[in-house]
Each structure stands twice: as C-alpha cells, then as structure tokens.
C-alpha cells in the first residue's frame, strides 16, 4: 500500500464550495475505490472503478462525483450538494483478479 | 446486496488474553473475507484474508475461521500485546476478474490493557 499516495493530507472547505481530492497509485492496480470514515463509524464505499473511463456508484455516491481518464488516478470531487462532507476519506485500489484492496494514507476533509 | 454484521463493538482485554472478533455476513454468495486493522489516524492495513475455499487460516498470533453454513467469520487473536490496540474491520465479496466490491463490518475497538 505504499504505493498508493492521497493528497492533501488535511483540508478545509468553506460551506457551498466543491473541493477535489487526489489519489494517485503507481501499483498498476486496475480497480480503484473511494469510501469514506466518519468517526467511530466503518468505511462505506462512495464510488469504485474498475478500468478507464468506467466507474460505478457505491452505496453513499449523492454529493460526490469522480473520474479516471488515467489507470494511476481516481480524484474524487465532494460537491457542494453534499450536506455532510466533513469526514475521513480513504482511497483504494486492487489488483486484476482474487485480490485485497490496498489503502492510501486519507484526506481529512473539515467544512468550516 | 451484502450486509455484514460485527461484534463487539469494543473489547476490552487483559495483555495476554485472546480476543474475538465475530462477523456475520448475509450473501451466501461471498467468497472472500479480509480483516483490516486501524489504528487512530491511519489507514487500514490487511492483516489477514481468508477465502471460501479454507476453513481456518493462522498467521502467528493471528487466526482466521470460517463457516459458511452458518455466513459467519472470526478473527482470533492470541496472547494479546499493547500494541494490538486498535480498530478492526472485517469485510466480504464476492471476487470477481475486475476487482472487487467490499462490505465492511461496523469495527470492533480493541484495547489491550497492560
């Protein structure tokens, strides 16, 4: 997993404006995932890719929108229709076949 | 889809004690089971994995089993040390060619007292 790197490591949003997270992985991992913490709580999956160009929604994608034009990144935009961004985001990915999912270290997004 | 279930919520534990970690899962298709472990500010990081293939997987202090009659799954941890402190995460999927669509547990906090 220390191949897969998320920046910035703390951010702060002002309320009503869109921020976009970075995940960049050098694993030459075809799938990758963005969930997000919130405190005390499990990981619930926003959206996950599996190849370029194609991603799915997961089960928490209303507020979030991304993109993978390149097998390295998975950016993930927290817009500002999300009305509770302010949580730990954790970005993943794995390799072709009967894999685990490898993290990044997380962003730790604060609306203020 | 799937639903996984985990308890306890907290553990509380004597160094040198076991702890367990039970989890449930309700798609009787899911075939393979990670346990993740985090401690406070950091990522998860895989522990151990078990497939649907084994029953039991042991890695040192570490076990993992597996029932699948019954869709449920337990982390095993021996002679407990302070550093096994920490937050832990069991998941399912079923594994597919193009990667794989994790379901987590809620997280058990388990704090060995020294």
């Known amino acids: 997993d220390g191949g897969i790197t998320q920046s910035p490591k703390y951010l702060f949003r002002k309320e009503g404006q869109n921020v976009t997270l970075s995940c960049e992985q050098n694993l030459n991992h075809d799938a990758m995932y963005w969930y997000r913490q919130d405190p005390g709580q499990g990981l619930r999956l926003i959206y996950y890719s599996q190849i370029v160009n194609d991603f799915q929604k997961g089960d ?11 097998k390295e990144s998975f950016p993930l935009t927290v817009t500002s229709a999300q009305k509770n961004p302010t949580a730990f985001y954790l970005c993943a990915s794995s390799p072709p076949g009967p894999d685990t999912q490898y993290f990044g270290p997380g962003t730790r997004l604060t609306v203020l | 889809g799937e639903n996984v279930e985990q308890h306890p919520s907290t553990l509380s534990v004597q160094e040198g004690d076991s702890a367990v970690i039970k989890c449930t899962y309700s798609d009787s298709a899911s075939n393979y089971f990670p346990w993740y472990k985090q401690e406070l500010g950091k990522r998860p990081q895989l522990i151990i994995d078990i497939r649907s293939n084994v029953g039991e997987k042991k890695d040192q202090r570490i076990a993992v089993t597996l029932n699948k009659t019954a869709k449920h799954f337990s982390l095993h941890i021996t002679e407990t040390q302070p550093e096994d402190s920490a937050v832990y995460f069991c998941a399912a999927t079923l594994i597919k060619a193009a990667g794989n669509k994790l379901t987590f547990g809620g997280g058990t906090r388990v704090l060995v007292k020294p």
């Open chain 1, 60 to 70: 928490i994608a209303e507020g979030y929108s991304v993109s993978r034009e390149k």
